[in-house]
């Protein structure tokens, strides 16, 4: 077998709508018995044949078809791309707004936050990766996610409060000062979007000790949130 049929036997494995990195495939199985120039050339034969598509330089994916029509990559398999288990990112912005049902305008570009890149940021199709050194469990998960709604509270263009008291049933019975603090050391939260944490967690009776984190000569501007 020469080395074009044994590149494609090996690509032609990979699942389909499964992102892959065509360098991480070379050094993985070519490596040593190919140049680099030969195995580019056969991935760019691919790429004209249609036999794979790239999505952006570098990172391709094996296409699957339904009823003869190519089915587009979708946002969770971009994401998977960068992580698949819950402890390793959580899904922030607009993404997340619309996913919570807080906002009906389907976000054009999803924002991540995950331990799984080297880098402080990385991009991929329309979704946007930085780096955050933490184990997403699902306390840390809740703090975050609840932190950039509040964040993004005067943003999301005619926000359901009734689904976002739903969000805040959920995430508020997982807060924890701790936590808070450990994710507060890295994400330097305003002081106006602590103190409407801390409102929140008095007016549901949540035990919290977040006045360390506030002025009392200021008077912070709280939103209309019932």
Known sequence: MNITSEVKEIILQLPKNQLFNSREIYERYFIDFCMESTYSKIINRMQKDQTIFMLQKGIFYLPRYRNGKRVNIRQYQIKSYIFSENNHGVLV???????????????????????????????????????LPFDFDPTTTSIIQLMDVLCGFHKIANIDLNQFHQFLDSSVKLYDDIAFYEIHKFMKYPKHVIAFLKTILDDLSIDNVLNKFLSTRSNYKIPDWK
Do not use: M, P
Request: hydrophobic content about 35%; cysteine-free.
């Open 93 to 131: 912005g607009d993404g997340l707004y619309y996913r919570l049902k807080l906002s009906k305008i389907i976000a054009k570009e999803y924002l991540y936050y995950t331990n799984r890149i080297d880098e402080l940021s990385k991009k991929i199709g329309n979704a946007r990766f930085l780096f």
